[in-house]
């Protein structure tokens, strides 16, 4: 017990795990990747897995490590976020309630998965009982907006996300309702970084799905490198919550990570973090 497990959910974007499990392997006791044995989405389309990503991770998995988790994961009755859900609760019960259970999705990835270990292990106490204690530790995701010819768009400020927990009574996706913690633990997302038709497919698929607002998809087919500055209000749901877009120029994938790590604006200030973790203490007396 008290491993760090992380779990990761495996669907029609299976090649980005190329770039979101390796760097976490090293720090990681056990990875955990779920898949629906029909390959299925949370709506129930079906999608394929080329035989040769399977040969990767037998590569990769040096130390043996990686589990695969096969299972039922769409029922036809429940919604896209409900089967979203429902699939990170078993996963989590996979991996093993009084270990810290961090599930990164396939678009994100970790910086600096090292640090990220020693703020969870500063608050092991939390594992010895999880249930009568839980909690959720909160990263920060630099959402990457679009691919451009010389480098990428990005929303211009972090927003918090729910990275791991002790006990996953998840509520909606990762969101369990408890107390959380927050860290500055920075992950890219790569959420909206594909093709139109891919972009078009994560769109029926995904657990939003019936979230997604009309103008999304038109403004992120016009936005450019060039033009980006004439715009506002990017976010797929409600447009406002992204309100500006940034640039940045590179050629290599080690090039963005450094640029972002090195980025006053998109870390996270230690008077935040100090007010959030307060406000939380404060609020889980009344809970």
């Given at each position: 017990?008290?491993?760090?497990?992380?779990?990761?959910?495996?669907?029609?974007?299976?090649?980005?795990?190329?770039?979101?499990?390796?760097?976490?392997?090293?720090?990681?006791?056990?990875?955990?990747?779920?898949?629906?044995?029909?390959?299925?989405?949370?709506?129930?389309?079906?999608?394929?897995?080329?035989?040769?990503?399977?040969?990767?991770?037998?590569?990769?998995d040096?130390?043996?490590?990686?589990?695969?988790?096969?299972?039922?994961?769409?029922?036809?009755?429940?919604?896209?976020?409900?089967?979203?859900?429902?699939?990170?609760?078993?996963?989590?019960?996979?991996?093993?309630?009084?270990?810290?259970?961090?599930?990164?999705?396939?678009?994100?990835?970790?910086?600096?998965?090292?640090?990220?270990?020693?703020?969870?292990?500063?608050?092991?106490?939390?594992?010895?009982?999880?249930?009568?204690?839980?909690?959720?530790?909160?990263?920060?995701?630099?959402?990457?907006?679009?691919?451009?010819?010389?480098?990428?768009?990005?929303?211009?400020?972090?927003?918090?996300?729910?990275?791991?927990?002790?006990?996953?009574?998840y509520?909606?996706?990762?969101?369990t309702?408890?107390?959380?913690?927050?860290?500055?633990t920075?992950?890219?997302?790569?959420?909206?970084?594909?093709?139109?038709?891919?972009?078009?497919?994560?769109?029926?698929?995904?657990?939003?799905?019936?979230?997604?607002?009309?103008?999304?998809?038109?403004?992120w087919?016009?936005?450019?490198?060039?033009?980006?500055?004439?715009?506002?209000?990017?976010?797929?749901?409600?447009?406002?919550?992204?309100?500006?877009?940034?640039?940045?120029?590179?050629?290599?994938?080690?090039?963005?990570?450094?640029?972002?790590?090195?980025?006053?604006?998109?870390?996270?200030?230690?008077?935040?973090?100090?007010?959030?973790?307060?406000?939380?203490?404060?609020?889980s007396?009344?809970?």
């Open positions: 017990m008290k491993k760090i497990q992380v779990g990761f959910l495996l669907s029609y974007d299976y090649l980005k795990l190329k770039k979101s499990i390796p760097p976490v392997y090293k720090g990681a006791d056990e990875i955990f990747i779920a898949i629906d044995k029909e390959y299925r989405t949370w709506s129930g389309q079906n999608f394929e897995v080329d035989e040769t990503f399977f040969e990767w991770i037998k590569e990769i040096v130390d043996n490590k990686i589990r695969l988790y096969r299972d039922d994961f769409y029922i036809s009755e429940l919604s896209a976020i409900e089967n979203d859900t429902r699939e990170r609760h078993l996963l989590s019960l996979k991996m093993g309630i009084g270990n810290w259970l961090i599930q990164v999705d396939a678009d994100e990835i970790f910086i600096d998965f090292e640090k990220f270990i020693k703020e969870l292990r500063k608050r092991d106490n939390y594992l010895k009982n999880p249930e009568k204690t839980p909690i959720q530790i909160a990263g920060f995701l630099v959402h990457l907006y679009k691919y451009t010819e010389n480098g990428i768009l990005y929303v211009n400020a972090p927003h918090k996300f729910m990275l791991a927990t002790n006990y996953p009574n509520k909606c996706a990762r969101q309702k408890q107390r959380v913690i927050y860290t500055n920075i992950l890219l997302h790569e959420t909206l970084c594909r093709t139109e038709d891919e972009l078009r497919f994560k769109i029926e698929n995904w657990g939003h799905n019936v979230e997604v607002n009309s103008t999304f998809l038109e403004k087919i016009s936005v450019n490198e060039d033009n980006y500055k004439e715009y506002e209000n990017f976010y797929y749901i409600e447009p406002e919550r992204w309100k500006k877009l940034g640039f940045l120029k590179f050629k290599e994938d080690k090039e963005l990570l450094q640029m972002v790590e090195s980025n006053k604006d998109l870390n996270i200030s230690r008077s935040y973090l100090f007010f959030k973790n307060f406000g939380q203490w404060i609020n007396f009344f809970k």
